[in-house]
């Protein structure tokens, strides 16, 4: 149920701003526009300081009386009433959801159906969110959620009218689902953990979960149900803001370091955002091809690496982000050498329980990739 | 928290009994055996006064002195002693993890890895579950979850040696996360709720959420994310069996349909459990054809049917389990003839809440599809 309108806030007060300046410019007989930041790859670069991908400083106009350019700028600034409204009301939408209320409104009046395809009102929100310096959750806009978590931590969901105070060691087997936005709608209570342990699949947290993993240790466990959501990096960002330290645990193939390095140090389709999602002080437990001398079993356990995993290893080497650091390159060319691949789940061969033990001996000696 | 051992289950004891079984075969000299039911297409019908898809009773021997069975045979037996051991020892595993704990424990023994590939050990499991007339759920092994409920239910969740009650009606904007097994470690508590809506997306889910639409109609507000898990088919199934009516809200497309149909009369793949996760009461809402001519503006707002639409609504209009609902026939009938599907979505166009108004006159007016 939506709750009473909340006094004007911050985003709000960005998107008036921006259609109060479109106003004046065409009071003054000005061609209306706004300027962003550039997100073409040109302008993103990895900032090695800070340790994630970053937009650079170049900036684009957008303007209406421009033939290239016309469409786009009508499209956007019809995005940012409907944003504004959904603020105002105090109700989210999908995107999917916004590309219908923008087809319902736009649909008749305009000649043609500008808005057929989301694909097209996709890039229009990220200009806006470039634009206005903000992210699309401030704007009541829900992305796509995915991940669960359990452990020592206590939140406030504003939901409605009411708060509702969610326990995350009171979850039982199901865990917590993450939310689309865990900035605006949720307030942290309450943090008690020593870490936070980030594993690539559902079946494994369900494992350790089971085996009250993050009760033992004191630990947060999080997974986020393969490659991670908006919602899930901000969450671990946010966990990392508290002094945490992040450990993710993934399967030793192509898709499982992806997802590390997208949680690590960003994506390129979300440089954008990176500073606000990237967690560049997060370490890699494993499984690593280094761990086939440690635990003898796993020899037996490899799979042949695909042609997807050769391929992603070579282009990793070439990554700067990644080839700073020589075990990283010491891990992929042992890779690219001996053409195996590792996944998390083979830890439990010996027993279901060897892979609560297996990341905690990691842990103790800090034995992890950067 | 693994809980202390529990009383040797039923589940227990039919393994056992297929172990003695075995064993009393080799002591008197005979070649060992079990039987089960068939689950090749042969044996798959639709049972029309039960309302599900089901195995007819044609039976098949599995031996182990059979050329071509004996490797599937002993691998069989394998997938049991492990089942048991997991059950002995209170654990879960999933199908992954199982996996490569046969490739431990026969890795070594035998000349070949005959467990090479996961697809190898899916349907000896599938052997196992019908020979034994049980689920891979009774055998500690996990299916992929997905699904997320909220309305008011409560729940004992038997998590390790805690019993963790959840009310579905205190998860705020997140909702409860669906377990795999909603038989053997969830006791229903408490179920208040004057019917079920189950929303294929997500998305529309948090926006029904949002507006607190299962507190205002006493509902019971499911998302399956998509195709429905085996657990959610099963919850499903379970809050029929407690009397209440089951609606189903998906999209007007190939895919909306399918997922529908596999709620209401169960799948292929899944016949040989038909019984307990089929819901034959259930009812279709929408969106529909027909929808085009109640709510005009839906006319700008249908999609152009794609190959896959066309195909799959051809493919119903075949299935008697279909064709018999004259509603069905004039629905897919229709969907050739215009060529446009419709989505869910859509409902958002004039109003975020319009689809909470949509779907409230739809229950009322009783106007949906069998």
Redesign the interface.
């Known amino acids: ?2 709750a009473e309108k909340k006094p004007s806030n911050k985003t709000e007060k960005l998107l008036e701003g921006l259609g109060n300046s479109i106003l004046s410019d065409i009071k003054d007989g000005k061609n209306p526009s706004f300027s962003a930041t550039t997100r073409t790859k040109s302008n993103i670069f990895y900032d090695k300081k800070e340790g994630f991908l970053r937009l650079g400083s170049a900036m684009e106009e957008h303007s209406f009386i421009n033939l290239a350019q016309s469409k786009r700028f009508m499209q956007t600034i019809a995005i940012a009433a409907k944003c504004h409204s ?1 603020i105002s ?1 105090n ?4 995107i ?2 916004l ?3 923008l ?2 409104s736009l ?2 009046d305009v000649d043609e ?1 500008i808005f057929d395809e989301q694909s097209e009102s996709n890039p229009l929100i990220e200009d806006l969110e470039v634009a206005l310096g903000t992210k699309r959750e401030n704007m009541n806009l ?1 992305a ?2 995915k991940g ?1 978590l359990a452990g020592n931590l206590r939140i406030i ?1 504003n ?2 009218n ?1 708060k ?1 105070e ?1 326990d995350a060691s ?11 936005d865990v900035d605006n ?1 949720i307030e942290f209570v309450d943090v008690k953990a020593k870490y936070v342990l980030v594993v690539e699949k ?2 494994l947290w ?2 350790l979960n ?3 993993f993050w ?2 240790e004191n630990a947060i466990l999080i997974t986020p149900q393969g490659q991670a959501a908006r919602g899930t990096r901000r969450l671990i960002r946010k966990l990392a803001d508290m002094g945490l330290p992040i450990y993710v645990f993934n399967d030793g193939d192509a898709w499982g370091w992806y997802i590390y390095w997208t949680i690590k140090t960003g994506s390129i389709n979300l440089a954008y955002i990176g500073k606000d999602i990237a967690t560049p002080e997060a370490k890699f437990i494993g499984v690593t091809m280094a761990d086939l001398e440690k635990y003898d ?1 796993l020899k ?2 490899t799979m042949t690496a695909t042609e997807v995993d050769i391929k992603r290893a070579q282009d990793m080497l070439n990554y700067q982000w990644i080839n700073q650091y020589p075990e990283w390159v010491a891990e992929l060319k042992q890779v690219l050498k001996i053409k195996k691949k590792l ?1 998390q ?6 027993r ?2 060897f892979v609560d033990d297996y990341i905690r001996d990691k842990i103790k000696n800090k034995d992890f990739l950067p």
Chains 1, 2 share one sequence.
């Open positions: 149920m939506p959904f009301q109700l989210h939408a999908s999917r959801g590309f219908y209320q087809k319902f649909g008749e159906n829900n796509n959620r669960v969901d939901y409605g009411e509702i969610i009171k979850m039982g087997r199901s865990g917590w689902a993450i939310p689309s709608d559902d079946a369900q494992r089971e085996d009250g009760k033992k079993f037996s356990m996944e789940d083979s830890l439990q061969g010996p279901l329980t």
